[in-house]
Nanobody
Framework: QVQLVESGGGLVQPGGSLRLSCAAS????????MGWYRQAPGKERELVAD???????NYADSVKGRFTVSRDNVKKTAYLQMNSLKPEDTAVYYC??????????????WGQGILVTVSS
């Protein structure tokens, strides 16, 4: 079994920073792409940023220049550094990963989500 656990969310004032972490565990052979998504109240889930196993990154236009995605392949962990946060960044943030398990199954795994609230 494979799971992702997010941490690092919470309440922050506009202009502040937070760093989210996403740790993978279980019967993992390799982790391919990892991504961060978010879903604000009343809106659809959207891609925030993703990163390949080789380190290539992709960002939503709304977060370019403010957010940075990274990963530590040894720790099986992805990170989302969020700077200059705005109230419109308020959402539940989800981590996702494409994982090949030890039994050679290709899985798309999601974390449980973590709330980020940007408010004064």
């Amino acid at each position: 079994q494979v799971q992702l656990v997010e941490s690092g969310g919470g309440l922050v004032q506009p202009g502040g920073s937070l760093r989210l972490s996403c740790a993978a565990s279980g019967s993992i052979f390799t982790i391919n792409a990892m991504g961060w998504y978010r879903q604000a109240p009343g809106k659809e889930r959207e891609l925030v940023a993703d990163i390949t196993s080789g380190g290539s990154t992709n960002y939503a236009d709304s977060v370019k220049g403010r957010f940075t995605v990274s990963r530590d392949n040894v720790k099986k962990t992805a990170y989302l550094q969020m700077n200059s946060l705005k109230p419109e960044d308020t959402a539940v943030y989800y981590c996702s990963a494409e994982i090949t398990s030890l039994t050679w199954r290709n899985l798309e795994v999601w974390g449980q989500g973590i709330l980020v609230t940007v408010s004064s």
